[in-house]
């Protein structure tokens, strides 16, 4: 067979390796190929994502996340040993989980959700990147088509995971305060299962590849998967850090989001130092004939009384909340924060009902 | 000769002003809300007569105009009125199939200061919706309208008129609103008056499918809230109290036919023993105060029972008089939507027949061909479905 990888051209690789000296050219590949050195998780780890890359980063790693029990259950099946099926389809349990709510898959969309998004839009995947799909699906079709060995060597990424999860739990709590222990929940179980799927693996592979042939097999194998991690990452720096080139029907910012949060990125939510005003097609106008403001909206009118009319008569697109509710104090002899509490609340629920925007 | 005067206590002054500008419409919605027979160009007011109309408008108290057809842009005078609206002060809101020349005044439009833009959509799938609608490439014209609506900083609603041929669709139409950047959806479920009763059983969705579609609405209202306005109408033959008809019969709305003719609701002509009064003849004010179809069944002292009696005959005034002329063959009846009205439970088997079986094709509406099927009778108490 043709390999499509990179292999070693020393002579070395025609050398059977001793079980120890396969491991630690296996751990070789990790340290220099494994994605904790791609420019994107740099940005990841120190923070220097903003939320809407933290996002898509989340959104495209949930279909990674989504396809890691298909494919288990593909290696699972062509597994001849009860003895082997027996502790790998721990890795489907630990995914799926043993009820709804439960597993690495649920723990992902928690920290989708945590950071915005509407499970049902991440479930969906439409907003993935084509290039996340694409590497994810061959992972599973590498670990069809590949020999047993082959398949298990491409899981041993999760020998270097480790660290880098706990680089992740550290990096992110520290620098991005959107960010919540509870959304990270994911990540505090993997630190125990990872060492022990790996042990398995990394014990399955040292005993069966038995060859120079084998051994290489397993290396190509592991590097393939380093790849698929690494171009998931390209793609994501590529699209949404730069050049910015976010390829057709891929998510855009402000999509998938559950409502407050789609709010407190447009309108909605109206706090103390935004600046209120009111779009094109709401209108306060003094209706003569019913002796009273009111206040014109699409296929709507509202019946204002006076403290409505002064608060709206100040909101100009100019001054902010703090302002109006400061100039309606000096007004009234009032306290302002009093004032601004009311007037917070009746700009809210104008913003709800879509004719007040920030 | 009549003391009353508009806005006394006893008779409110007129919130909205429907302005049926023109019958002429490229779509044929088997659901129009315009009359079977439908007015020809020939009949329509012109420009200084609409201007006239909407002055007395404002006048009177009127503080939104609804700038509907047929197709208002088929008016070549549409940017006209509405500058006259923005004027007057009054609050304009475009009701628009977005096809045709829609898109090609849309700027004037803006400048001459329209305050609104309401585009129907027929569905969600493209096939469908020109299906629906009755024309080739309905839908890439509504969608690049929207487009430009948004662009213009326009408020946006999406209007759609739900039945059995789009209820599957009701998800759609939301992710449709957002996708379009509307403020607003209206999910309205067909009211069968006009050419909705004659397409009633090709229309008619079943009772699963109307929880249904409720269901998908209240949760997209929770999931959306902030960002998407949901207005909900139920279809009446599954309600258990009728809709206010416009309001109340001649409360808050008065309704101006392309002819000049005042309704105080858009089916009012189905009910044929009603004397309307035109703008050509009377102003409005005395027109809304004292023409015989706006007195007909204002307030409650028409009433029958089981309204006349009842608690909530100042919430919902009877329901709507052409519909208990429809199905009860009696304007002046309850509702028979109303579960209190004896027709109720006809009503509802009637539905659930017809929502059961085959559905007929469309009848389309057209200008000046005859209705080819028959409207369905009234409902008897006693008769056998």
Redesign the interface.
């Known amino acids: 067979m043709t390999a499509p990888f990179p292999t070693p051209k020393t002579d070395e690789s025609q050398r059977l390796l001793s079980p120890e000296e396969l491991e630690a050219a296996l751990r070789d590949i990790g340290a220099r190929r494994y994605h904790n050195l791609h420019p994107f998780h740099r940005l990841l780890h120190d923070g220097k994502l903003n939320k809407d890359q933290i996002r898509a980063w989340a959104l495209n790693r949930y279909y990674y996340q989504a396809m890691i029990p298909v494919k288990d259950a593909a290696v699972l099946a062509r597994m001849e040993d009860a003895s082997l099926r027996r502790v790998w389809r721990q890795r489907i349990v630990d995914h799926d989980g043993d009820a709804p709510g439960d597993g690495g898959i649920e723990r992902w969309l928690k920290l989708a959700e945590g950071v915005g998004f509407?499970r049902d839009y991440v479930e969906s995947t439409q907003g993935i990147l084509s290039a996340t799909r694409f590497s994810v699906d061959a992972y599973v079709h590498f670990v069809k088509e590949r020999s047993l060995l082959e398949a298990i060597a491409s899981s041993l990424t999760e020998m270097f995971s480790p660290t880098i999860i706990s680089e992740r739990v550290a990096g992110m709590l520290k620098n991005y305060d959107f960010i919540t222990k509870d959304t990270l929940a994911y990540f505090d179980k993997r630190l125990t299962q990872a060492p022990r799927d790996a042990e398995f693996a990394i014990d399955y592979v040292k005993q069966h590849a038995t060859t120079p042939e084998l051994q290489r097999q397993a290396m190509a194998a592991l590097t393939f998967k380093c790849n698929v991690l690494w171009t998931q990452l390209d793609a994501l720096y590529f699209s949404y850090v730069a050049p910015g080139m976010t390829p057709p029907d891929a998510w855009v910012p402000g999509t998938g989001l559950?409502?407050?949060v789609?709010?407190a990125a447009?309108?909605?939510?109206v706090r103390s130092a935004d600046v209120p005003r009111l779009?094109?097609?709401?209108?306060l106008?003094h209706?003569e004939?019913?002796g009273q403001h009111?206040l014109?909206a699409?296929?709507r009118?509202f019946d204002l009384d006076a403290n409505a009319v002064a608060v709206l008569s100040l909101v100009d697109g100019q001054r902010s909340v703090r302002d109006i509710a400061v100039k309606l104090a000096e007004t009234f002899a009032a306290d302002p924060d009093v004032i601004e509490a009311d007037v917070l609340a009746m700009l809210n629920d104008l913003?709800?009902?879509?004719v007040l925007e920030r | 000769m009549n003391a009353i005067t508009p806005n006394t206590p006893s008779l409110p002054a007129p919130v909205g002003l429907l302005a049926e500008l023109t019958h002429r419409c490229p779509l044929r919605c088997p659901y129009c809300s315009n009359p079977l027979e439908l007015d020809r160009r020939s009949g329509e007011l012109d420009t200084a007569t609409w201007q006239r109309v909407l002055t007395e408008a404002a006048g009177l108290g009127v503080l939104h105009v609804h700038l509907s057809g047929g197709e208002p842009t088929a008016r070549n005078d549409i940017v006209e009125i509405t500058q006259t609206c923005a004027r007057l002060g009054l609050y304009s809101n475009l009701i628009t199939s977005g096809v045709g020349g829609a898109l090609a005044k849309l700027d004037a439009l803006y400048d001459a200061g329209l305050d609104h833009v309401q585009l129907s959509v027929q569905g969600v799938d493209a096939a469908n919706a020109e299906k629906i609608g009755g024309l080739k490439n309905a839908q890439p014209q509504k969608f690049a309208f929207a487009e430009r609506v948004t662009q213009l900083g326009l408020p946006l609603t999406l209007n759609s008129v739900i039945h059995r041929g789009n209820i599957h669709e009701v998800e759609g139409f939301i992710d449709l609103a957002v996708k379009l950047g509307a403020k607003r959806l209206e999910v309205a479920h067909t009211q069968y008056y006009g050419w909705a009763y004659v397409n009633r059983a090709a229309l008619m969705p079943d009772k699963a499918q109307v929880d249904q579609s409720i269901r998908i609405v209240e949760a997209a209202r929770e999931r959306l809230k902030g960002q998407l306005v949901i207005d909900l109408v139920v279809p009446d033959y599954y309600a258990k109290y009728p809709k206010a008809c416009a309001g109340g019969w001649g409360r808050k709305l008065m309704n101006v036919t392309p002819a000049g003719k005042v309704l105080p609701c858009h089916a009012a002509e189905t009910i044929k023993h009603l004397e309307f009064w035109y703008v050509s003849d009377h102003s409005l004010a005395d027109i809304w105060a004292n023409s015989p179809a706006f007195t007909a069944y204002r307030g409650t002292d028409w009433m029958k029972e089981p309204c006349r009696s009842c608690d909530r005959r100042e919430k919902d005034w009877g329901g709507c008089r052409c519909q208990a002329l429809a199905l009860a063959g009696d304007a002046a009846a309850t509702d028979p939507a109303c579960s209190l009205s004896p027709l109720h439970s006809k009503v509802r088997e009637l539905a659930k027949e017809e929502a059961a079986e085959t559905p007929p094709d469309y009848v389309y509406r057209t200008i000046g061909s005859n209705v080819d099927r028959a409207a369905p009778p009234p409902l008897k108490e006693d008769a056998p479905l």
Do not use: I, N, Y
Request: proline share 7%.
């Open positions: 509407r559950v409502a407050e789609a709010q447009g309108t909605g939510t779009p094109r097609g709401v209108r106008r209706d004939v019913r009111v014109l699409p296929e009118t913003a709800t009902k879509r």
